[in-house]
């Protein structure tokens, strides 16, 4: 018998991603802006996000924050106590945060009435990059300490954020970090991505972010 | 790593799709896979051989197409296709542009029963 050939023509992640039009749909009618921070293990995602809501909630606005780790909730307790309400989600071994998994965990933090919802996703430059979470906005962070090629490694992570923040920035003397050249590999996978540096640790470059995150609350 | 998670949301993909799910045995599935993706070939393949499928899936070939990045440069207004690197440089003019023709893809195109 001949083969009948059907025409399907329809996205793989289809499902995640009407959810995740769904959420942006959602997240739009409350005003909140949602940002979704990705990176390598390490890179200081957790770090950075308490001190930026440190200083936001310090500015008056509300944050909520969710959190995916493999196994612990140690960072969710971080966030915690930088003043905002946080929950973690626990993928149990999975590589990467889904739309559904936000859906979720939105019944845990009062984010309606939330300014901003920081989303930190779990530590991977690969996975994350293929699951839309409903975010405004895709922050990639890339430390010092990791190596200038790391965008021309992990080119469909760093193509997919909008801001990259280089973390770490302290460290750059120590480990012989050319900036350079890691802005123009940034810059070569995606020509459009606006490019921060930071130090949590040192409250370098933080108050910049913040200035350009407020200005794009409504 | 993800490629498992892939592998069967292309069978749930097919089962939404397929009106007459209880007569029909889905022989082969072809699917459009970008470079530019996040998804590995190799590794979908292997997973996607190695996840369990009921009888509407037995025995289902899994045929990938691999899509090459492509650009297009709003300066020179041509299209360039780029191998070997994910560096997104008009082959024309020498300008970078974030304007991705093609690479992003992660679709079922069509199947055979």
């Known amino acids: 018998m001949k083969p009948k050939i059907l025409q399907i023509r329809k996205g793989i992640l289809e499902s995640n991603d009407l959810a995740a039009q769904k959420l942006r749909k959602d997240f739009s009618q409350k005003n909140v802006l949602v940002i979704n921070v990705v990176s390598s293990p390490g890179s200081g995602k957790t770090e950075l996000l308490t001190i930026l809501i440190k200083k936001l909630i310090k500015k008056g606005l509300k944050v909520c924050a969710v959190v995916g780790d493999l196994a612990t909730d140690n960072d969710a307790l971080r966030l915690k106590s930088s003043g905002a309400s946080s929950y973690q989600i626990n993928t149990n071994g999975n590589c990467h945060l889904d739309a559904n998994m936000i859906e979720k965990s939105l019944k845990k933090v009062p984010w309606k009435s939330a300014d901003i919802l920081f989303i930190e996703n779990v530590g991977n430059l690969v996975c994350p990059a293929s699951y839309d979470l409903g975010e405004n906005m895709r922050i990639i962070l890339m430390s010092v300490t990791e190596g200038e090629d790391k965008p021309l490694k992990y080119p469909t992570m760093f193509n997919s954020a909008d801001i990259c923040i280089v973390s770490k920035i302290d460290l750059s003397e120590a480990v012989d970090f050319n900036k350079k050249l890691a802005i123009q590999n940034i810059t070569s996978v995606n020509p459009n991505i606006k490019i921060f540096e930071s130090s949590a640790k040192k409250g370098i470059g933080v108050d910049k972010i913040i200035d350009y995150i407020t200005s794009l609350i409504k | ?113």
Request: charged share 30%.
């Open chain 2, 1 to 113: 790593m993800h490629e498992l998670s892939i592998a069967q949301s292309i069978l749930d993909t097919v089962r939404t799709n397929l009106r007459d799910k209880k007569t029909v045995i889905v022989k082969k599935i072809h699917i459009s896979l970008g470079v530019l993706s996040g998804v590995e070939k190799e590794s979908l393949q292997f997973n996607f051989d190695l996840i369990p499928k009921d009888k509407l899936f037995k025995n289902v070939k899994l045929l990938i197409k691999e899509n090459v990045l492509e650009v297009y440069c709003p300066k020179c207004k041509q299209k360039t296709k780029i191998k070997n690197s994910f560096v997104l440089k008009c082959a024309h003019c020498g300008n970078l542009t974030s304007d991705i023709v093609k690479g992003r893809e992660l679709t079922v195109d069509k199947i055979e029963i």
